[in-house]
Every structure is written in structure tokens, then in C-alpha cells.
Nanobody, 125 residues
């Protein structure tokens, strides 16, 4: 079983930056594809970014391309999301997720096996 714990969320002004971290425990996630999702109130959970288990391939939602960067440190069993040029539309709870099947770098939440509890990101205008 894999436990994922996100951290690094908070309140930031528009144009600012935050770096989210996701620490995994229970099992190494180095062979898993990892993803970040977000969910705003009243909306469905949406894909933000994903990274292949070998870390050579990444994928981003169009809304965050050029602003967000996903990375991983398998030695630390962790995944990160660097978020720059934040705007109020980025306000949401951000979730880390792991896909143990790694058939593809999926954008669908249903393809991910393990989830963290989420961390709140609020961007003020």
C-alpha cells in the first residue's frame, strides 16, 4: 500500500509562486507514473501534470503549460509541482496521485490507484 502526503500549499498573490511536494511512504513509487490533479469547489477533479516513471516524459494540462513544472526525486520517493505565475483560476485543492499500471501517462483520475489527501492552494487577485 502506498501513502501519499502533499504539502506546500497556501495563500499567494496573483503572479506568485508555490512549490508543492508529495512524499510517498509504504512502498517506493519509483516504478509508478505520478500525477498532480486539482479540484475547485463545485467542479470535477482535473488533471494538471504527470510524469513518467523514468522521469523522461511529462505531460501538462493546457491551462498550466509554461507555468507549472512537475519533477520527481526517486531517491527521496517524492514528486514536486513548481507553480509559477499563479492566477486566481489556479485556486483549488491539489492532489498527488500514483499509477502503478503505467500503461500510459493518463489524464483521467480513474487510472490512478493511490491518492493523497490534498493541499489547498489559494491565489488572491
Amino acid at each position: 500500500q502506498v501513502q501519499l502526503v502533499e504539502s506546500g500549499g497556501g495563500l499567494v498573490q496573483a503572479g506568485g509562486s508555490l512549490r508543492l511536494s508529495c512524499a510517498a511512504s509504504g512502498r517506493t513509487v519509483s516504478p509508478y507514473n505520478m500525477g498532480w490533479f486539482r479540484q475547485a469547489p463545485g467542479e470535477e477533479r482535473q488533471f494538471v501534470a504527470g510524469i513518467w516513471w523514468r522521469g523522461r516524459f511529462t505531460r501538462y494540462a493546457d491551462s498550466v503549460k509554461g507555468r507549472f513544472t512537475i519533477s520527481r526525486d526517486n531517491a527521496k520517493n517524492s514528486v514536486y509541482l513548481q507553480m509559477n505565475s499563479l492566477n486566481p483560476e489556479d485556486t483549488a485543492v491539489y492532489y498527488c496521485a500514483a499509477d502503478s499500471q503505467r500503461r500510459s501517462l493518463y489524464t483521467e483520475a480513474s487510472e490512478y490507484d493511490y491518492w493523497g489527501q490534498g493541499t489547498q492552494v489559494t491565489v488572491s487577485s
